[in-house]
């Protein structure tokens, strides 16, 4: 299968503070996912980007296929934004998903 | 709503004793999914459905089974549980975006603890 690794494993912010999370992969892909787990457990989605860049308020994430890698943006964190952030991928050969192990964030006002 | 559907939320069960987490989905997606999560470990994939009374193996396969009678629905079955299958389940289904890209939307889990 494809491995999926993230980093870093554990980031703690201040409260208005950027951040940088990445996701590695090792093989092609045609589905790249990033979730937010919040506290109470529900994964929520932030990004479906197999390539490219998107946009979402204070999220923004590049996906650079070639390269392997994707990266998550985080600007001016809230304490709202504490939880943890899985990435998931799919191969092009099949219909399988891997996920990273996650990087969690804590937030602190 | 447009919603992914897991019942029951949270289940206390025995050694050996048959049971079954469902899964529902009211967006027509074809495609289906079951995972566990565990400490340290993220989430890996059980077993996946790509539509009606197709299903394949993920990862983790071993102790559990899954049948696909109709598109909206995708129950898990643990028939003899034990111990190391505790854990947070959650199930997805996708919207297909063409070309192979599949968009996973989540269910907010079971959590299972085998005694």
């Known amino acids: 299968g494809i491995q999926v690794e993230q980093s870093p494993p554990d980031l703690i912010l201040q409260e208005g503070a950027n951040s940088t999370l990445r996701c590695n992969f090792s093989?092609?892909?045609?589905?790249l996912q990033w979730f937010h787990q919040n506290p109470w457990g529900q994964l929520i989605n932030l990004f479906y980007?197999?390539?490219g860049t998107k946009q979402n308020g204070r999220l923004s994430a590049t996906t650079v296929a070639t390269e392997r890698y994707s990266l998550l943006y985080i600007s001016s964190s809230q304490t709202t934004d504490s939880g943890v952030y899985f990435c998931?991928?799919?191969?092009?050969?099949?219909?399988?998903?891997?996920f990273g192990t996650g990087t969690s964030l804590t937030v602190i006002p | 709503e447009a919603q992914v559907t897991q019942n029951p939320r949270y289940l206390i069960t025995v050694t050996g004793k048959k049971l079954t987490v469902t899964c529902s989905q009211n967006?027509?997606?074809?495609?289906m999914s079951w995972y566990r999560q565990d400490p340290g470990l993220g989430l890996r994939q059980i077993y996946y459905?790509?539509?009606?009374?197709?299903?394949d193996k993920g990862d983790v396969p071993e102790g559990y089974k899954v049948s696909r009678k109709e598109k909206r629905n995708f129950p898990l079955i643990l028939e003899s549980p034990s111990p190391n299958q505790t854990s947070l389940y959650f199930c997805?289904?996708?919207?297909?975006?063409?070309?192979?890209?599949?968009?996973?939307?989540f269910g907010p889990g079971t959590r299972l603890t085998v005694t």
């Open positions: 997805a289904s996708s919207l297909s975006l063409g070309t192979g890209g599949l968009e996973q939307y």
């Open positions: 093989d092609s892909v045609n589905n």
């Open positions: 980007i197999p390539s």
């Open positions: 998931a991928v799919g191969g092009n050969t099949g219909n399988q998903f891997y």
């Open positions: 967006m027509n997606h074809e495609y």
């Open positions: 459905s790509m539509n009606v009374e197709v299903t």
